[in-house]
């Protein structure tokens, strides 16, 4: 089982390079989704086998391709290769990179000066989620239907597209001269 | 009748009364009633100025002061001065002559002014000089009289650039001030030495204190004596501090009237006259004076000759006249100089008003190689003028200039202070007078017309004008020389309170040798003139000057001269200061807040990366400080 | 199977600076977004490991509530770059660096 993990985690972190150094934005999409799938496996090693499920039917399937479809509307084909490969160069990846590697550091130090603790494989059903949830977790889940609910709303107004609203003797058809 | 010299302080009141009701209410009264309000509180002034005299006069004659005191002004350490008020034959002269020459000339400002929009503002600035020549002349000590030293300088400073709008004229208000300012600062060392020395500013306190504290011709009396000459000179503009009363001219014609001919600048002999006993226990001062006098009136009878605009010939003019009041100062003739300052105020206010006329008529033109003709068009200018410039050049006999100055004449020579090169001097001065005084008349109003008169003077104007000609004869018939009847009224009165002159040579025919030596150097002036300006054409609007008549014209090039050894060594350590130490600190105060806020506005900048990378840089350092720290 | 808690922690911190560096580093708006989900990504699987280390559901409550919030953002996020895209004709975070007046 430990070598699914590492292959998993491996996968994992191969993708989301590709995703984050590539040029094309469709394939980064996809490298993104593939990333997904390698957490989700990761996800079922550690014993939570609804998350795991949640991870690929909601992350990877709506939320994605809701991505890929707006891509797909923008339409930004050719012209935006070119413009990203002209706007990453080597030297623009030196600041984030040394500011990502000290960070890296120090949660490295920090998990390393912890004592190594072995993880038991606990298998959560979804039982116990839906228990928690129900119980413990009421109000949260109340106030995450009305962020869904505003996040509808809100994609919904900014998505319009604006109307110039002329005065009604200013419209074709309605002339008064 | 003897209780109206309890109204001294009215006197003085009235004008300020009538500036303080001008600034209150002067935008909202109609024109006529400014003019009345102006013109009124003056007029009060001058006749109660009469009745004071007269009931002053009336059952004294030892001449006592009368002090009058106000209100004490304060009392701090020794120093109490008051608001007061002393009133003697030196003061009431002066009195005299400003509230009547001053009420003449309030008078012919009313139409001259009448069509200009400052015209409230005018009488307000004209009401406070008056006030404040009042208390200069008027005052009891020296504290108070400084106050209307500086008032007067004040005015002065605010109707000479009456007509703020051209730069130019705020540039000659500020020269007169500044260099007054040079005189001043010397008299103020002048009042601190005299207050070290005698605890009390009072100057009759001070008058008969100093014979016995300070010995005569100690260097002590000498120092203040000069100190107090220092002032004089700056207000009286004798040389050296005279670079201002030309350019003084770029104000209106009854401004040049009453300050800068008959008044203001008269307050330098006043000064001189008042401290007469400092200036006996120091000859070596008083025989400055003198010489001061006599290059001065020298100087400027030269710069007159060469002057082609109006005004100026006539501002040089005072300056020589002036001088020849310095030049009886200097040799101890007090009460000839009190007389000349007399007659002086008549016919150089008559001048300047008449010049006034002649400018207002022309529209503005003051060269007067553009003049000519007028006797004809302006028949009263033209002749109440003539009898002023007559009195100038002391035409013998019939003028009152004659008799004043001819005092001066043989007092130069005569009295014991005097000196040969003194009475030539002012032999040379008196030829010099007459030859620009007719030099002036001739060409402005003899010739061909060469500018028609747009405008003819009315009641308002020619009435002053007449009521000063009639001074300018017969204000000399009050002191008759010694050979000729010896009607010493004039200076009997003045000598109630100044000395009387020492005369070393007397003797009735000298006298008359001198006088017939004047009067041919008078009649010599004027024949002069005529054989050179009668009816001459000339070609241009300016003569063509030579370089000797250039330095003349230019005031013997003084402005020049204090350009090169003050003005510019100033500038430049100004220059060079401007960036020291201190200013360094302020401005990089300034520069300090500036780079902040570039600073802090670098970080709203709007680039949504930049702030993901600050985040970033932040998670790090909260990260290390709540790990190690 | 010992896989140890730091471990996963530390896969869940590479995954979260990788995304961090990619936020940084792209100046398109939609590979900022992309690189965004990928840091949720990685805390809710830092959530999912301490879950399990606790034997408890709280993480994976957690888990659930960062996925719904990720998908409310992304709404609202590709609307908003859809404006972007109207108002700028491009998808560069440089040019939206004013504000109105």
């Known amino acids: ?177 | 009748m003897g209780s109206m010299k309890e109204f001294l302080w009215l006197i003085v009141a009235l004008p300020f009364a009538g500036s303080l009701i001008l600034v209150i209410a002067g935008k909202k009264l109609p024109r006529l009633a400014c003019a009345f309000v102006g013109v009124g509180s003056v007029s009060l002034s001058a006749i109660v100025t009469l009745l004071v005299g007269i009931s002053f006069l009336r059952g004294n004659p030892g001449g006592t002061p009368y002090v009058e005191s106000i209100w004490q002004w304060m009392n701090v350490d020794g120093l109490s001065p008051d608001i007061a008020f002393h009133l003697d034959a030196v003061s009431l002269a002066f009195i005299f002559v400003v509230t009547f020459v001053g009420a003449l000339i309030h008078l012919y400002s009313a139409q001259f002014m009448w069509k200009d929009e400052g015209f409230a503002r005018f009488f307000i600035y004209m009401n406070l000089f008056v006030g404040f020549m009042l208390t200069l002349v008027l005052a009891d000590n020296m504290l108070l009289l400084y106050l209307g030293w500086e008032g007067v300088g004040l005015c002065s400073f605010l109707l000479i650039g009456f007509w703020y709008g051209d730069p130019a004229n705020g540039y000659a208000a500020r020269k007169a001030f500044i260099v007054t300012r040079v005189g001043d600062f010397a008299m103020t060392i002048g009042l601190f030495v005299l207050f070290i020395n005698f605890h009390t500013l009072n100057i009759q306190a001070i008058l008969t204190a100093a014979p016995t504290t300070w010995a005569v011709g100690s260097g002590i009396a000498l120092t203040t004596a000069l100190l107090l000459l220092g002032g004089a000179l700056g207000k009286s503009a004798q040389l050296p501090l005279q670079t201002w009363l030309p350019d003084a001219m770029a104000g209106p014609s009854p401004v040049s009237a009453l300050i800068h001919s008959a008044t203001m600048v008269t307050a330098g002999v006043y000064l001189i006259a008042r401290t007469h006993v400092l200036f006996e226990l120091a000859p070596v001062a008083q025989t400055t004076v003198a010489i001061i006098g006599a290059i001065t009136l020298l100087v400027a009878g030269l710069a007159a000759l060469n002057q082609h605009d109006i005004k100026r010939v006539l501002a040089y003019s005072t300056i020589s006249q002036i001088g020849y009041m310095f030049l009886a100062l200097g040799v101890g003739a007090w009460s000839a100089a009190i007389f000349h300052f007399m007659i002086h105020a008549f016919f150089k206010a008559l001048l300047f008003l008449g010049a006034g006329v002649v400018i207002w008529s022309l529209d503005e033109e003051h060269n007067m190689f553009k003049m000519g003709g007028l006797w004809k068009k302006l028949p009263v200018t033209f002749w109440t003028f003539l009898i002023g410039a007559a009195s100038l050049s002391a035409l013998p006999l019939i003028t009152a200039g004659f008799y004043s100055k001819d005092k001066i004449l043989w007092l130069s020579y005569a009295s014991d202070k005097g000196s040969v090169w003194l009475w030539l001097a002012g032999l040379a001065g008196a030829f010099l007078t007459a030859l620009y005084a007719f030099r002036m008349v001739l060409l402005t109003f003899f010739g061909d017309v060469k500018k028609e008169p747009s405008q003819r003077p009315g009641l308002m104007m020619t009435i002053p004008l007449i009521v000063l000609s009639i001074l300018s004869i017969i204000g000399g018939f009050i002191e008759l020389p010694g050979d000729m009847g010896h009607f010493t009224m004039f200076s009997d009165f003045i000598e109630k309170t100044l000395p009387a002159t020492l005369v070393n040579i007397s003797g009735h025919y000298t006298e008359l040798l001198f006088q017939l030596i004047s009067g041919l150097v008078a009649v010599a002036g004027i024949g002069t003139a005529y054989v050179f300006y009668y009816n001459k054409a000339f070609p241009a609007a300016e003569p063509q000057r030579n370089a000797v008549q250039n330095f003349f014209y230019k005031g013997w090039d003084f402005d020049l001269l204090y350009d090169t050894l003050i003005v510019r060594p100033v500038v430049f350590l100004a220059q060079m200061d401007k960036n020291d130490v201190i200013d360094r600190f302020y401005n990089g105060l300034a520069s300090l807040a500036l780079w902040f806020n570039k600073l802090l506005s670098a970080t709203q900048n709007g680039m949504v990366r930049r702030y993901a990378i600050v985040l970033a840089i932040g998670a790090i350092i909260t990260l290390t400080i709540i790990l190690y720290l | 199977m010992n896989i140890q808690l730091e471990q996963g922690m530390l896969l869940a911190a590479v995954l979260f600076l990788t995304g961090l560096t990619g936020l940084l580093v792209r100046r398109n708006i939609i590979f900022m977004l992309m690189s965004v989900e990928v840091m949720l990504n990685a805390a809710g699987l830092a959530f999912i490991v301490a879950g399990s280390a606790w034997g408890k559901a709280d993480g994976q409550v957690m888990f659930i509530f960062i996925l719904t919030m990720a998908a409310a953002e992304v709404a609202v996020g590709l609307a908003l770059i859809i404006q972007m895209f109207a108002k700028f004709k491009s998808a560069d975070t440089n040019r939206a660096n004013t504000m109105n007046g």
């Not at chain 1, 709506?62 to 991505?67: H, Q």
């Open chain 1, 1 to 177: 089982m430990n070598i699914i993990f590492y292959i998993a985690s491996a996968l994992a972190v191969f993708s989301t390079i590709k995703v984050v150094t590539g040029k094309i934005a469709i394939h980064c999409l996809l490298y993104l989704i593939a990333s997904l799938l390698a957490i989700a496996v990761v996800l079922f090693i550690l014993g939570a086998p609804f998350i795991a499920a949640l991870e690929v039917i909601i992350y990877a399937g709506a939320i994605m391709v809701l991505f890929v479809f707006v891509m797909m509307m923008l339409n930004l084909g050719q012209a935006s290769e070119k413009t990203e490969s002209g706007l990453l160069n080597k030297k623009m990846w030196i600041g984030p990179s040394a500011i990502s590697l000290i960070l890296l550091g120090e949660m490295i130090y920090v998990l390393l000066s912890q004592r190594a603790t072995p993880l038991t494989l606990n298998i959560i059903t979804p039982a116990a989620v839906g228990q928690l949830l129900f119980t413990k977790y009421l109000l949260v889940v109340e106030l995450a239907a009305f962020l869904l609910m505003a996040g509808i709303l809100g994609a919904y107004h900014l998505g319009e597209k604006k109307k110039l609203v002329y005065h009604r003797f200013l419209k074709k058809g309605n002339d008064i001269t």
